[in-house]
Antibody, heavy 121, light 108 residues
Framework: EVQLVQSGAEVKKPGESLKISCKGSGYSFTSYWIGWVRQMPGKGLEWMGIIYPGDSDTRYSPSFQGQVTISADKSISTAYLQWSSLKASDTAMYYC??????????????WGQGTLVTVSS | SSELTQDPAVSVALGQTVRITCQGDSLRSYYASWYQQKPGQAPVLVIYGKNNRPSGIPDRFSGSSSGNTASLTITGAQAEDEADYYCNSRDSSGNPWVFGGGTKLTVL
């Protein structure tokens, strides 16, 4: 069975760095795009970026370009989302999701359980 | 345009049929996928492609598309269908960035 298991909740201060993870299992990790979705409190879903672990091809939504870094370690089937300097506005739930394709249209059947990031002084 | 527009809120009487719509230019080129999200839970895929339901999704959920509009229809809405629903599609570069703002469905 496909599973995406995310790292636990984090509480950080503004200016601190952070790296959260998403470990895939039950499928060929290097053969599927995997990405990150932000959900701010009480708000909707926003794709942040995606990575293809097979060759590390990484793409960012224009809204998040330069704000975060997405990476993957295929040796341990894990994708990462990191910040170099957190802001209070980064407080949100973050989900990883595998991207599948049907007739060139994408969809995400498999999602991680979410990682809550709280940034507060 | 790289945006998808959804009605913020829709209500339906128990057992009746409700249609949730999603409008955007990208839907002329790509199918929408639809996600159900209940409070405190991760999104769940309910419809993808032309009209495909993942295993375990009741057949009262169906999808359709015409022009720049995609629709999610729930035929015989149940109390457990009360949730937020989001549509998603690809932008002109093929990236999955385009999410609708979500529709809050209330089952009366």
């Amino acid at each position: 069975e496909v599973q995406l298991v995310q790292s636990g909740a984090e509480v950080k201060k503004p200016g601190e760095s952070l790296k959260i993870s998403c470990k895939g299992s039950g499928y060929s990790f290097t053969s599927y795009w995997i990405g990150w979705v932000r959900q701010m409190p009480g708000k909707g879903l926003e794709w942040m970026g995606i990575i293809y672990p097979g060759d590390s091809d990484t793409r960012y939504s224009p809204s998040f370009q330069g704000q975060v870094t997405i990476s993957a370690d295929k040796s341990i089937s894990t994708a990462y989302l990191q910040w170099s300097s957190l802001k209070a506005s980064d407080t949100a739930m973050y989900y990883c999701a595998r991207q599948d394709y049907y007739d060139s249209s994408g969809y995400s059947l498999w999602w991680g359980q979410g990682t809550l990031v709280t940034v507060s002084s | 345009s790289s945006e998808l527009t959804q009605d913020p809120a829709v209500s339906v009487a128990l057992g009746q049929t409700v249609r949730i719509t999603c409008q955007g230019d990208s839907l002329r080129s790509y199918y929408a996928s639809w996600y159900q999200q209940k409070p405190g839970q991760a999104p769940v895929l309910v419809i993808y492609g032309k009209n495909n339901r993942p295993s375990g999704i009741p057949d009262r959920f169906s999808g359709s598309s015409s022009g720049n509009t995609a629709s999610l229809t729930i035929t015989g809405a149940q109390a457990e269908d009360e949730a937020d629903y989001y549509c998603n599609s690809r932008d002109s570069s093929g990236n999955p960035w385009v999410f609708g703002g979500g529709t809050k469905l209330t089952v009366l």
